[in-house]
């Protein structure tokens, strides 16, 4: 069985997304550390972010991930961002083709960065969400 390289790009982009989110991983961890030493000096309250902003990013632009990119959770919001992207990229490429299996991959991944979006949007409304520094968002 020969395999061209139309057939070989969902494993290429898939692998490339684990490269991306383990190095990820890596980075917010290491940031985890550094917030942990901040969260130390930081009094007990109520984060300066609004609700009504997380709210409205959540549910215009959170399948990018941009409410998390507001909130300072840059590691989350670049995992929402690359399975957009690269679900959008792999949906796009693969559904002009005759490959509906690895369009429908690509559908799958735009699907949950948007359902983590939704859930988020969720949180948001109910008071739900914290900062990067685990400070409730209570504030419209």
């Known amino acids: ?25 890596r980075w917010g961890q290491k940031k985890q550390k550094e917030g942990e030493k901040t969260m130390e000096t930081q009094t007990e309250g109520i984060s300066p972010k609004s609700r009504l902003a997380v709210a409205l990013f959540a549910w215009f632009l959170g399948g ?3 409410h998390r990119f507001y ?20 949906a796009v490429v693969f559904g002009l083709s005759e490959a509906t ?5 690509g559908w799958l991944m735009v699907g949950a960065a948007c359902l983590w979006a939704i859930i988020d949007f969720i949180m948001a409304v109910a008071g739900a969400m914290k900062d990067k520094d685990g400070v409730p968002i209570k504030r419209w």
Do not use: N
């Open 101 to 105: 299996g690895a369009a429908m991959i």
């Open 71 to 90: 909130l300072g959770k840059i590691f989350t919001g670049l995992v929402i961002l690359s399975l957009a992207i690269i679900g959008y990229g792999v």
């Open 1 to 25: 069985m020969r395999f061209g390289t139309l057939e070989l790009m969902p494993l290429l982009i898939i692998a490339i997304f684990i490269v991306v989110v383990f190095l990820a991983v």
């Open 64 to 66: 990018l991930g941009v």
